[in-house]
Protein backbone atom coordinates (compact mmCIF):
# COMPACT_ATOMS: atom_id res chain seq x y z
CA UNK A 1 0.00 0.00 0.00
CA UNK A 2 1.31 3.35 -0.85
CA UNK A 3 1.52 5.89 2.14
CA UNK A 4 2.08 9.78 1.92
CA UNK A 5 5.17 10.96 2.51
CA UNK A 6 5.16 12.57 6.46
CA UNK A 7 6.54 15.86 4.85
CA UNK A 8 2.50 15.94 2.94
CA UNK A 9 0.84 19.64 4.14
CA UNK A 10 -2.71 19.77 3.63
CA UNK A 11 -5.22 22.72 2.96
CA UNK A 12 -8.77 21.67 4.10
CA UNK A 13 -11.27 24.31 2.72
CA UNK A 14 -15.02 23.85 3.49
CA UNK A 15 -13.94 21.78 6.66
CA UNK A 16 -16.85 20.62 8.11
CA UNK A 17 -15.70 18.70 11.05
CA UNK A 18 -12.88 17.19 10.10
CA UNK A 19 -13.64 14.05 7.64
CA UNK A 20 -10.57 14.99 5.49
CA UNK A 21 -8.20 15.70 8.40
CA UNK A 22 -8.82 12.33 9.82
CA UNK A 23 -8.39 10.35 6.75
CA UNK A 24 -5.10 12.16 5.61
CA UNK A 25 -3.43 12.39 9.37
CA UNK A 26 -4.44 8.77 9.41
CA UNK A 27 -1.68 8.26 6.49
CA UNK A 28 0.95 10.61 7.65
CA UNK A 29 0.04 14.25 6.24
CA UNK A 30 -0.08 17.24 8.27
CA UNK A 31 -2.79 20.14 7.93
CA UNK A 32 -1.19 23.45 7.73
CA UNK A 33 -4.78 25.26 7.10
CA UNK A 34 -8.39 24.51 7.47
CA UNK A 35 -11.29 26.87 7.22
CA UNK A 36 -15.23 26.54 7.14
CA UNK A 37 -18.11 29.12 7.74
CA UNK A 38 -20.15 27.22 10.18
CA UNK A 39 -19.44 28.13 13.46
CA UNK A 40 -20.58 24.99 15.04
CA UNK A 41 -18.04 23.51 13.20
CA UNK A 42 -14.91 25.25 13.31
CA UNK A 43 -15.52 24.56 17.31
CA UNK A 44 -15.09 20.88 16.74
CA UNK A 45 -12.58 21.28 14.53
CA UNK A 46 -10.22 22.90 16.89
CA UNK A 47 -11.09 20.67 19.90
CA UNK A 48 -10.63 17.99 18.02
CA UNK A 49 -7.36 19.23 15.87
CA UNK A 50 -6.16 22.39 18.05
CA UNK A 51 -6.34 24.19 14.91
CA UNK A 52 -8.10 27.21 15.12
CA UNK A 53 -10.18 27.40 11.82
CA UNK A 54 -10.37 30.50 9.02
CA UNK A 55 -14.23 31.49 8.22
CA UNK A 56 -15.72 32.73 5.17
CA UNK A 57 -13.14 31.58 2.18
CA UNK A 58 -14.31 34.46 -0.23
CA UNK A 59 -12.60 36.77 2.74
CA UNK A 60 -9.55 35.01 3.01
CA UNK A 61 -6.27 36.53 1.68
CA UNK A 62 -4.36 33.88 -0.13
CA UNK A 63 -1.45 35.32 0.94
CA UNK A 64 -2.30 34.06 4.45
CA UNK A 65 -2.27 30.38 3.14
CA UNK A 66 0.44 28.70 3.97
CA UNK A 67 2.39 26.53 1.10
CA UNK A 68 0.80 22.95 0.36
CA UNK A 69 1.09 19.58 -1.23
CA UNK A 70 -2.63 18.93 -1.26
CA UNK A 71 -5.82 20.99 -1.50
CA UNK A 72 -9.15 18.77 -0.02
CA UNK A 73 -12.14 20.32 -0.51
CA UNK A 74 -15.96 18.98 0.30
CA UNK A 75 -17.28 21.88 -1.76
CA UNK A 76 -21.24 22.54 -0.92
CA UNK A 77 -23.28 20.31 -2.63
CA UNK A 78 -26.59 21.66 -1.87
CA UNK A 79 -26.42 23.86 -5.41
CA UNK A 80 -26.28 20.41 -7.59
CA UNK A 81 -28.16 18.14 -5.08
CA UNK A 82 -31.18 16.49 -6.00
CA UNK A 83 -32.71 17.49 -2.74
CA UNK A 84 -31.65 21.22 -3.79
CA UNK A 85 -32.94 23.81 -6.15
CA UNK A 86 -30.12 23.29 -8.41
CA UNK A 87 -29.16 26.48 -9.46
CA UNK A 88 -25.48 25.19 -9.93
CA UNK A 89 -22.91 28.26 -10.80
CA UNK A 90 -26.10 30.57 -10.42
CA UNK A 91 -26.22 29.96 -6.92
CA UNK A 92 -23.86 31.93 -4.59
CA UNK A 93 -22.76 28.67 -3.16
CA UNK A 94 -22.26 26.81 -6.50
CA UNK A 95 -19.59 29.70 -7.29
CA UNK A 96 -17.34 28.54 -4.41
CA UNK A 97 -15.73 26.26 -6.43
CA UNK A 98 -13.89 29.20 -8.46
CA UNK A 99 -12.37 30.39 -5.08
CA UNK A 100 -10.63 26.62 -5.28
CA UNK A 101 -9.55 26.96 -8.98
CA UNK A 102 -8.18 30.83 -7.82
CA UNK A 103 -5.97 29.13 -4.89
CA UNK A 104 -5.00 26.20 -6.66
CA UNK A 105 -4.13 28.69 -9.38
CA UNK A 106 -1.63 30.97 -7.14
CA UNK A 107 -0.62 27.99 -4.59
CA UNK A 108 0.39 25.27 -7.48
CA UNK A 109 -0.38 22.30 -5.41
CA UNK A 110 0.74 18.73 -6.30
CA UNK A 111 -2.93 17.16 -5.67
CA UNK A 112 -6.15 18.68 -5.25
CA UNK A 113 -8.89 16.26 -3.83
CA UNK A 114 -12.69 17.24 -4.39
CA UNK A 115 -15.78 15.59 -2.91
CA UNK A 116 -19.26 16.23 -4.10
CA UNK A 117 -22.92 14.26 -4.68
CA UNK A 118 -23.39 12.07 -6.95
CA UNK A 119 -25.79 13.89 -8.84
CA UNK A 120 -22.72 16.50 -9.97
CA UNK A 121 -22.07 14.27 -12.65
CA UNK A 122 -25.52 14.83 -14.07
CA UNK A 123 -26.38 18.71 -13.30
CA UNK A 124 -26.71 21.02 -16.09
CA UNK A 125 -26.79 17.80 -18.51
CA UNK A 126 -22.97 16.83 -17.30
CA UNK A 127 -22.05 20.73 -18.26
CA UNK A 128 -20.78 21.52 -14.55
CA UNK A 129 -18.47 19.11 -13.99
CA UNK A 130 -17.05 19.78 -17.80
CA UNK A 131 -16.66 23.32 -16.16
CA UNK A 132 -15.09 22.43 -13.29
CA UNK A 133 -12.91 19.83 -14.99
CA UNK A 134 -11.95 21.94 -17.51
CA UNK A 135 -11.27 24.62 -15.30
CA UNK A 136 -8.37 22.85 -13.10
CA UNK A 137 -6.88 21.23 -16.72
CA UNK A 138 -6.36 25.23 -17.70
CA UNK A 139 -4.20 25.28 -14.84
CA UNK A 140 -2.65 22.32 -16.12
CA UNK A 141 -3.68 19.98 -14.03
CA UNK A 142 -5.08 15.86 -15.08
CA UNK A 143 -8.45 15.35 -13.69
CA UNK A 144 -9.88 11.89 -12.80
CA UNK A 145 -13.18 10.92 -11.36
CA UNK A 146 -15.33 8.41 -10.10
CA UNK A 147 -18.66 8.02 -7.60
CA UNK A 148 -17.73 5.89 -4.87
CA UNK A 149 -19.91 4.32 -2.62
CA UNK A 150 -19.37 4.05 1.15
CA UNK A 151 -20.36 0.38 1.59
CA UNK A 152 -18.12 -1.34 -0.99
CA UNK A 153 -15.06 -0.47 1.41
CA UNK A 154 -16.09 -1.30 4.41
CA UNK A 155 -19.17 1.71 5.77
CA UNK A 156 -22.67 -0.12 5.84
CA UNK A 157 -24.02 2.86 4.24
CA UNK A 158 -25.35 3.36 1.24
CA UNK A 159 -23.72 6.55 0.22
CA UNK A 160 -22.55 7.68 -2.88
CA UNK A 161 -20.42 10.53 -3.46
CA UNK A 162 -17.92 11.63 -6.51
CA UNK A 163 -14.19 12.09 -6.03
CA UNK A 164 -12.65 13.91 -8.08
CA UNK A 165 -8.70 13.82 -8.39
CA UNK A 166 -6.41 16.83 -10.01
CA UNK A 167 -2.87 16.06 -9.84
CA UNK A 168 -0.11 17.93 -11.50
CA UNK A 169 1.79 14.98 -13.22
CA UNK A 170 -0.46 12.11 -13.87
CA UNK A 171 -3.61 10.89 -13.96
CA UNK A 172 -5.13 8.74 -10.44
CA UNK A 173 -5.87 5.23 -11.33
CA UNK A 174 -9.26 4.47 -9.37
CA UNK A 175 -8.67 1.01 -10.53
CA UNK A 176 -6.29 0.60 -7.65
CA UNK A 177 -8.46 0.87 -5.11
CA UNK A 178 -9.55 -2.18 -3.16
CA UNK A 179 -13.11 -2.69 -2.22
CA UNK A 180 -14.08 -4.42 0.63
CA UNK A 181 -16.98 -7.07 1.33
CA UNK A 182 -20.45 -5.56 2.68
CA UNK A 183 -20.43 -5.27 6.54
CA UNK A 184 -23.68 -5.21 7.63
CA UNK A 185 -25.13 -2.26 9.35
CA UNK A 186 -26.00 -4.30 12.77
CA UNK A 187 -21.81 -4.84 13.13
CA UNK A 188 -21.48 -1.03 14.47
CA UNK A 189 -24.81 -0.82 16.83
CA UNK A 190 -24.15 0.27 19.94
CA UNK A 191 -24.98 -2.54 22.51
CA UNK A 192 -26.67 0.26 24.82
CA UNK A 193 -27.87 4.37 24.73
CA UNK A 194 -30.82 6.04 25.41
CA UNK A 195 -32.17 4.60 22.55
CA UNK A 196 -35.94 5.89 20.67
CA UNK A 197 -37.81 3.13 20.09
CA UNK A 198 -41.04 2.71 18.44
CA UNK A 199 -44.17 1.38 20.10
CA UNK A 200 -45.65 -1.52 17.54
CA UNK A 201 -48.59 0.23 16.83
CA UNK A 202 -46.45 3.24 15.72
CA UNK A 203 -44.90 0.75 12.62
CA UNK A 204 -46.13 -1.81 10.19
CA UNK A 205 -43.46 -4.70 9.01
CA UNK A 206 -43.85 -6.06 5.75
CA UNK A 207 -43.79 -9.80 4.74
CA UNK A 208 -40.56 -11.22 2.82
CA UNK A 209 -38.58 -8.44 2.73
CA UNK A 210 -36.26 -8.55 0.28
CA UNK A 211 -32.18 -7.08 -0.04
CA UNK A 212 -32.09 -4.55 -2.61
CA UNK A 213 -29.19 -4.39 -4.73
CA UNK A 214 -27.75 -1.17 -2.84
CA UNK A 215 -27.50 -3.93 0.36
CA UNK A 216 -30.70 -1.78 2.06
CA UNK A 217 -33.53 -4.06 3.26
CA UNK A 218 -36.76 -2.37 3.28
CA UNK A 219 -38.44 -4.22 6.14
CA UNK A 220 -41.08 -1.53 7.07
CA UNK A 221 -42.56 2.00 7.62
CA UNK A 222 -44.11 4.15 10.41
CA UNK A 223 -47.60 4.90 10.86
CA UNK A 224 -47.33 8.12 10.19
CA UNK A 225 -49.47 10.70 9.02
CA UNK A 226 -48.03 13.00 6.11
CA UNK A 227 -48.82 15.73 4.05
CA UNK A 228 -50.69 14.08 0.72
CA UNK A 229 -51.29 17.55 -0.98
CA UNK A 230 -49.09 16.86 -4.21
CA UNK A 231 -48.23 13.65 -3.55
CA UNK A 232 -47.64 10.65 -6.78
CA UNK A 233 -49.31 7.62 -6.57
CA UNK A 234 -47.04 5.01 -4.68
CA UNK A 235 -44.59 7.74 -3.27
CA UNK A 236 -47.05 7.50 0.59
CA UNK A 237 -44.78 7.39 2.43
CA UNK A 238 -42.31 10.01 1.85
CA UNK A 239 -41.71 12.07 4.40
CA UNK A 240 -41.48 15.94 3.66
CA UNK A 241 -38.40 16.76 4.19
CA UNK A 242 -35.93 15.94 1.28
CA UNK A 243 -38.45 13.27 -0.19
CA UNK A 244 -36.79 10.76 2.03
CA UNK A 245 -38.40 7.37 2.53
CA UNK A 246 -40.19 7.27 5.72
CA UNK A 247 -39.47 3.33 5.68
CA UNK A 248 -37.83 0.52 8.17
CA UNK A 249 -34.51 -0.66 7.10
CA UNK A 250 -33.30 -3.81 8.78
CA UNK A 251 -29.99 -4.20 10.49
CA UNK A 252 -29.08 -6.83 8.46
CA UNK A 253 -28.47 -5.00 5.23
CA UNK A 254 -27.10 -1.10 5.09
CA UNK A 255 -28.25 2.05 6.09
CA UNK A 256 -29.63 4.82 3.49
CA UNK A 257 -27.30 7.92 3.19
CA UNK A 258 -27.71 9.76 6.44
CA UNK A 259 -28.42 13.75 5.21
CA UNK A 260 -26.36 16.13 7.17
CA UNK A 261 -29.18 18.18 7.98
CA UNK A 262 -30.21 15.27 10.19
CA UNK A 263 -28.43 14.99 13.34
CA UNK A 264 -30.00 11.84 15.08
CA UNK A 265 -30.76 10.03 11.89
CA UNK A 266 -33.44 10.00 9.56
CA UNK A 267 -34.49 6.65 9.32
CA UNK A 268 -35.53 3.88 11.65
CA UNK A 269 -34.22 0.67 12.13
CA UNK A 270 -35.24 -2.79 13.09
CA UNK A 271 -32.75 -4.72 15.29
CA UNK A 272 -33.25 -7.26 17.75
CA UNK A 273 -37.03 -7.31 17.12
CA UNK A 274 -37.38 -3.61 17.81
CA UNK A 275 -37.74 -0.63 16.17
CA UNK A 276 -35.92 2.43 16.90
CA UNK A 277 -34.15 5.35 15.67
CA UNK A 278 -30.09 4.92 15.24
CA UNK A 279 -28.09 7.65 18.24
CA UNK A 280 -25.97 9.95 17.32
CA UNK A 281 -23.17 8.09 18.40
CA UNK A 282 -23.87 5.00 15.53
CA UNK A 283 -24.26 8.27 13.08
CA UNK A 284 -20.80 9.29 13.54
CA UNK A 285 -19.81 5.97 12.93
CA UNK A 286 -21.65 5.62 10.07
CA UNK A 287 -19.42 8.28 8.99
CA UNK A 288 -16.41 6.65 9.17
CA UNK A 289 -15.41 9.23 12.64
CA UNK A 290 -12.80 6.96 15.11
CA UNK A 291 -15.16 6.13 18.74
CA UNK A 292 -12.52 8.96 20.35
CA UNK A 293 -13.72 11.62 17.86
CA UNK A 294 -15.37 14.85 20.14
CA UNK A 295 -18.95 15.02 18.62
CA UNK A 296 -19.86 18.86 19.18
CA UNK A 297 -21.97 19.44 15.87
CA UNK A 298 -23.46 17.37 13.27
CA UNK A 299 -22.05 14.68 10.52
CA UNK A 300 -20.35 15.98 7.20
CA UNK A 301 -19.58 13.38 4.50
CA UNK A 302 -17.00 11.39 5.07
CA UNK A 303 -16.14 8.83 2.23
CA UNK A 304 -13.18 10.48 0.60
CA UNK A 305 -10.72 8.65 3.11
CA UNK A 306 -11.33 6.05 1.33
CA UNK A 307 -9.93 7.32 -1.87
CA UNK A 308 -6.35 9.04 0.45
CA UNK A 309 -4.12 5.56 1.02
CA UNK A 310 -3.09 5.07 -2.57
CA UNK A 311 -2.74 8.06 -4.11
CA UNK A 312 0.87 8.41 -3.89
CA UNK A 313 3.07 6.21 -6.05
Given at each position: ?C ?62 I ?13 P ?25 K ?12 K ?7 G??L?T ?70 E ?27 G ?26 T ?56
Amino acid sequence: MCIIKMYMRFIDLFAGIGGFHVALTRVGAKCVFACDIDDECRKTYKENFNIDVAEDITKIDINDIPEHDILCAGFPCQPFSVCGKQKGFCDDRGGLIFHILNIVKHKNPKVILLENVKHLKYHGNGETLKTIIFGFEELGYKVSWKILNAKDYGIPQNRERIILVAHRDKNFDFAKLQTSPKVALKSILDDDNNFEYLSKDEYTIIENPKEQDSGLIFIGYRNKGIRKAGVRPNTEHLSRVHKQPNRIYSSDGVHPTIPSQETAGRFFIHHNGKVRKLSINECFKLMGFPQSFKKLAPMVSYTIKLVIPCLFQ
